[in-house]
């Protein structure tokens, strides 16, 4: 097995040559490296299950040898050869990390221990490793660049990224504001060759079209008035890397013309300009916008659209995977604790039980920026339930709403208005509604059904829960037009699946 190869680190030749021999006897694959420095680079060369190293060594000696497998990583086990009149050194080096040490002169006895030594040297050496391993698995579970996140929506994202980052295809991120579409555009471009080149960002809705075309292609010299110099656009300036086009559904249509004709051609016409220059480039656009409504609105080209979105990639809002709002918080909290020079003991029950009942509306972002907050303002060891919520909403929507129920209301009345109140407290949340009621998310939507019924009967009597009915009707259609997307994109490739 590769990693029972064992790496003796000794500069005199005699000691190296026969503990080689006892070793090989052993069926160890045995190396020898003649000073420290040497026993380095074999360390990063290969994988050592363990190094036999003298303390005395020319250019590195014993612990420095460990400390710079400390520095690098390298788990190889150390066992630290040592003369009688460094036994101290030798016990430090094991303070240090080194596995044992034996003293010479290698003796028949010591042999005989260092021959004991070795296996349970390197058990400890698999079992670190297995250990690495399994961390680092984990941990490619619940990050992604600079991504954060291990729900089941976010792991299959990371997977689309990684199948998707070594083309040249174009890619659109779709996903409310705050979701993390720049990071995933981000990871894209670093997980892939281009991460050599450069990640150049564009906002579409920020820039008048005039300079957004400019920005986009460039101009020539003399191109219109006052242009003295001539200038490279985005196309030219990210090539051999990738060009990020953020909220592409706001761009002016002849610009999106202008954009189909660059991607279709990979190349780019500088304005004024005649000559076509190619350009090695990877498009990944973005919106926030509802698309379907953007294309039928003829908002948004099809044709681009069908260009840009060779995959679509679908970033959940935030209240969908609420399973990532904890790490989340708790990796905002130390990122901000230290920039702030802060220290927290962590979340009090009452503001992490806010945290993740909260509906987040403006996402990752609404969440990165109450944690921020809450690490300024807060006074004491831990974030509290005032210093997350935000002051508008201290008295308001979460807090409990009273209800006023006319007498002569029936048991049912009561029920209804109590569902309907909670639902709207929860700004429509049907999950949230049934946790706090302390019932199943079917029975809110049977209640919430009922309720629609007798108001489309045509229900005359003004009673609260009728005319709040009302509200709950545009909400409920705005949400089931959401999952009507939701579910039509999915079933078109929002999994990375091609569109053409
Ligand atoms: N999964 C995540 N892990 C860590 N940070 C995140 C994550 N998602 C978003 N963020 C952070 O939230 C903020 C918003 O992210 P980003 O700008 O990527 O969102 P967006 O979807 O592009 O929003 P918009 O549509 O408003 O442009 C950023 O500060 C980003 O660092
Ligand atoms: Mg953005």
């Given at each position: 097995?590769?990693?029972?190869?064992?790496?003796?680190?000794?500069?005199?030749?005699?000691?190296?040559?026969?503990l080689?021999?006892?070793?090989?006897?052993?069926?160890y694959?045995?190396?020898?490296?003649?000073?420290?420095q040497?026993?380095l680079?074999?360390?990063?060369?290969?994988?050592?299950?363990?190094?036999?190293?003298?303390?005395?060594?020319?250019?590195?000696?014993?612990?420095?040898?460990?400390?710079e497998m400390?520095?690098?990583?390298?788990?190889?086990e150390?066992?630290?050869?040592?003369?009688?009149a460094?036994?101290?050194?030798?016990?430090?080096?094991?303070?240090?990390?080194?596995y044992?040490?034996?003293?010479?002169?290698?003796?028949?006895?010591?042999?005989n221990?260092?021959?004991?030594l070795?296996?349970?040297?390197?058990?400890?050496?698999?079992v670190?490793?297995?250990?690495?391993?399994?961390?680092?698995?984990?941990?490619?579970?619940?990050?992604?660049?600079?991504?954060?996140?291990?729900?089941?929506?976010?792991r299959?994202?990371?997977?689309?990224?990684?199948?998707?980052?070594?083309?040249?295809?174009?890619?659109?991120?779709l996903?409310?504001?705050?979701?993390?579409?720049?990071?995933?555009?981000?990871?894209?471009?670093q997980?892939?060759?281009?991460?050599?080149g450069?990640?150049?960002?564009?906002?579409?809705?920020?820039?008048?079209?005039?300079?957004?075309?400019?920005?986009?292609?460039?101009?020539?010299?003399?191109a219109?008035?006052?242009?003295t110099?001539?200038?490279?656009?985005?196309?030219?300036?990210?090539?051999?890397?990738?060009?990020?086009l953020?909220?592409?559904?706001?761009?002016?249509?002849?610009?999106?013309?202008?954009?189909?004709?660059?991607?279709?051609?990979?190349?780019v016409?500088?304005?004024?300009?005649?000559?076509?220059?190619?350009?090695?480039?990877?498009?990944?656009?973005?919106?926030?916008?509802?698309?379907?409504?953007?294309?039928?609105?003829?908002?948004l080209?099809?044709?681009?659209?069908?260009?840009?979105a060779?995959v679509?990639i679908?970033?959940?809002?935030?209240?969908e995977?609420m399973?990532?709002?904890?790490?989340?918080?708790?990796?905002?909290?130390?990122?901000?604790?230290?920039?702030?020079?802060?220290r927290?003991?962590?979340f009090?029950?009452?503001?992490?039980?806010?945290v993740l009942?909260y509906?987040?509306?403006?996402n990752?972002?609404?969440?990165?920026?109450?944690?921020?907050?809450?690490?300024i303002?807060?006074?004491?060891?831990?974030?509290?339930?005032?210093?997350?919520?935000?002051?508008?909403?201290r008295?308001?929507?979460?807090?409990p709403?009273?209800?006023?129920?006319?007498?002569?209301?029936?048991?049912?009345?009561a029920?209804?208005?109590?569902?309907?109140k909670?639902?709207?407290?929860?700004?429509?949340?049907?999950?949230?509604?049934?946790?706090v009621?302390?019932?199943?998310?079917?029975?809110?939507?049977?209640?919430?059904?009922?309720?629609?019924?007798?108001?489309?009967?045509?229900?005359e009597?003004?009673?609260p829960?009728?005319?709040?009915?009302?509200?709950?009707?545009?909400?409920?259609?705005?949400?089931?037009?959401d999952?009507?997307?939701?579910?039509?994109?999915?079933?078109?490739?929002?999994?990375?699946a091609?569109?053409?």
């Amino acid at each position: 097995m590769e990693t029972s190869k064992v790496l003796i680190a000794d500069d005199e030749h005699s000691i190296a040559a026969g503990l080689s021999a006892v070793l090989e006897e052993e069926g160890y694959t045995v190396e020898v490296a003649a000073d420290g420095q040497k026993a380095l680079e074999c360390l990063l060369g290969g994988s050592f299950g363990v190094v036999l190293a003298d303390l005395k060594m020319p250019k590195l000696d014993g612990l420095a040898l460990l400390l710079e497998m400390q520095k690098r990583e390298i788990t190889s086990e150390c066992i630290i050869i040592t003369g009688q009149a460094t036994v101290d050194s030798a016990v430090q080096a094991m303070r240090q990390g080194a596995y044992d040490y034996i003293e010479k002169p290698l003796t028949a006895e010591k042999l005989n221990r260092l021959k004991a030594l070795i296996p349970k040297a390197l058990e400890k050496f698999h079992v670190r490793r297995a250990n690495r391993a399994l961390a680092s698995e984990l941990q490619a579970l619940t990050h992604y660049g600079e991504l954060t996140g291990q729900s089941e929506s976010m792991r299959s994202v990371y997977q689309v990224i990684d199948a998707v980052a070594p083309s040249t295809a174009s890619v659109l991120i779709l996903g409310e504001s705050g979701t993390g579409k720049e990071l995933v555009a981000r990871a894209m471009h670093q997980k892939s060759e281009r991460s050599r080149g450069p990640f150049l960002a564009l906002n579409c809705a920020a820039l008048p079209k005039d300079i957004l075309e400019n920005e986009l292609f460039g101009h020539e010299k003399g191109a219109f008035t006052g242009s003295t110099n001539e200038k490279p656009g985005a196309f030219e300036m990210a090539d051999g890397g990738t060009l990020f086009l953020d909220e592409v559904a706001e761009m002016a249509s002849d610009i999106q013309v202008k954009l189909l004709r660059a991607l279709e051609s990979r190349s780019v016409r500088r304005l004024g300009g005649r000559k076509e220059i190619a350009v090695d480039i990877r498009v990944v656009a973005a919106t926030n916008r509802d698309l379907q409504k953007a294309l039928a609105e003829s908002e948004l080209r099809e044709d681009l659209y069908y260009r840009l979105a060779v995959v679509e990639i679908y970033l959940p809002p935030l209240r969908e995977r609420m399973g990532d709002v904890r790490l989340l918080a708790t990796e905002f909290l130390a990122r901000f604790s230290q920039q702030n020079g802060k220290r927290f003991t962590g979340f009090d029950d009452a503001a992490m039980e806010w945290v993740l009942s909260y509906h987040w509306p403006g996402n990752v972002r609404e969440l990165k920026n109450a944690v921020e907050r809450a690490v300024i303002m807060s006074r004491s060891g831990s974030i509290g339930l005032a210093d997350i919520v935000p002051r508008h909403m201290r008295n308001a929507p979460d807090t409990p709403v009273a209800m006023t129920l006319p007498v002569g209301s029936t048991l049912a009345d009561a029920r209804r208005q109590l569902v309907l109140k909670t639902f709207s407290m929860t700004g429509g949340d049907v999950d949230r509604t049934a946790r706090v009621l302390g019932t199943t998310p079917a029975e809110v939507r049977t209640e919430l059904a009922e309720l629609l019924r007798t108001v489309g009967e045509g229900n005359e009597t003004e009673t609260p829960p009728a005319a709040a009915a009302r509200n709950v009707k545009g909400k409920a259609s705005v949400k089931d037009k959401d999952a009507a997307r939701r579910r039509s994109k999915r079933s078109g490739g929002s999994g990375g699946a091609g569109r053409r």
